[in-house]
């Protein structure tokens, strides 16, 4: 099981990146998403609706501190990995992680906290530079899959895209 955790959403300057961090957790074979930080309902009224429209049993879910949520993965054996520049590359890395089939994916927001560095099994880079919190989730989970997560097939999906060189081509269900 692969769950994501949000770190640190603030209501008003966060909506779009924690819901694109949900949304990409999701295609991307993710299990689930925990937003930690301001409360916002509208994040998770988002993904549900996506997850009814377009298949899957993907989940979000809101806690407003992170620290309990590490804590209780811990106890349940999962390998906590936090997304961070400051980490070991991601390609040094990636073939241990293949093999943990229990994943907390920890993803930063504005500051994060020197406690996750500790709490961490694994503080992984993409790049030892400055960027995006949802393309480091991108990126590591097609890491983690091998490209596989691409092919999955969403069930209970009521819309499916029908792939095509040009235009758009929905199918209803």
Known sequence: MIVVLR??????????????????????????????????SGIIKNIEEVSVRWGGSFSAEYQKNWKPVVEEYKRKKFSVVHLTMYGQQIHEKIKALRKKTNILIVVGGEKVPPEIYAAADYNIAIGNQPHSEVAALAIFLHEYFAGKELEKNFKNAKLKIIPQDRGKKVEES
């Open 7 to 40: 770190l640190g959403h603030r209501l008003g300057r966060d909506q779009r990146i924690s819901t694109h961090c949900g949304l990409v957790s999701r295609v991307l074979g993710a299990d689930k998403i925990i937003y930690s930080g301001e409360q916002d």
